[in-house]
């Protein structure tokens, strides 16, 4: 536990204290595990807090909170995924489906889960605010920090790929972003687009070519469907509501 906190120095001199057999020492050693574990408890509660900030999840979203039951979501592909094996390999996982189906819940999840049980490294960002931030580290003439950071990461997730499209050159910035990501760090990307519309948004047919033949290179698929899980769910309160309310008698 010692060496685990990092203070080698205490290590050893408990090394040495064990070796003479001192009686007082030993009749200590009780008391200074306890303290040991409950300081190993607090470092690790803080790295997981700060690891979480670091995150910049929107919300927090667990696999426990989300409906199998209301989406047409792989589950048994989910809880795979929610092992986080898929990260020591370094692949990928698209989400395919139409608005409130679901899919940043899932993505968001799989992040949570990767920090909290794995002591894995995530980045969230909405694609949007990641090619702006592209943008702008180029404008200052410091292209290339971004990808420096987002490497040392184990996931990177990228939400709300959607029909608006990139200014050519945000494009192109995001492209060379995932390219030097790639087989190094996960990434997650969450679309409302099928792989056909993609060029769409990168304003580039062949570049959109090429990103799909990388990040769908040992990539799970996941399609949440079209009927949006949000809707249904407002929509059987409204029922409910509905149900719920005398009705209006007239004289």
């Known amino acids: 536990m010692l ?13 040495d204290l064990i070796e003479q057999r001192a009686p007082a020492f030993d009749a200590a050693v009780p008391m200074l595990s306890q303290l040991l574990k409950a300081e190993m408890a607090e470092r690790e509660v803080r790295s997981i807090g700060y690891h979480m900030k ?6 927090y979203k667990d696999l426990s909170g989300f409906d199998f039951a209301a989406s047409e979501i792989n589950e048994a592909l989910v809880r795979q ?5 898929f990260m020591d390999a370094a692949e990928n996982v698209v989400l395919l489906g139409g ?6 819940h899932i993505a968001t999840a799989l992040g949570i889960q990767a920090i909290e ?11 949007g605010e ?3 931030a592209l943008e702008q580290e180029k404008a200052l003439g410091k292209a290339g920090k971004i990808a420096e950071a987002l490497i040392k990461t184990d996931l990177v997730i990228l939400d709300e790929l959607r029909y608006l499209p990139f200014s050519t050159s945000g494009g192109a910035l995001l492209f060379h972003l995932l390219g030097k990501l ?4 996960s990434v997650v990307i969450i679309a409302n687009l099928s792989f056909s519309e993609w060029a769409t948004v990168f304003g580039d ?23 949006s899980y949000r809707f249904k769910a407002s929509s059987e309160v409204a029922k409910q509501k509905r149900k719920d309310t005398p009705a209006l008698t007239t004289s």
């Open 3 to 15: 060496r685990s906190l990092k203070v080698p120095g205490m290590a050893q001199a408990v090394g």
């Open 182 to 185: 790639y087989e190094l760090t």
């Open 205 to 227: 047919a062949k570049m959109t070519t090429a990103l799909l033949d990388r990040l769908t290179h040992r990539c799970h698929i996941l399609e949440s469907g079209n009927d």
């Open 99 to 104: 608005p409130g189906t679901g899919k940043s």
């Open 81 to 85: 995924l929610h092992r986080c094996e």
């Open 54 to 59: 670091a995150a910049r999840f929107p919300a």
């Open 117 to 127: 049980h794995h002591r894995k490294r995530v980045r969230f960002f909405s694609t």
């Open 130 to 132: 990641l090619v702006n």
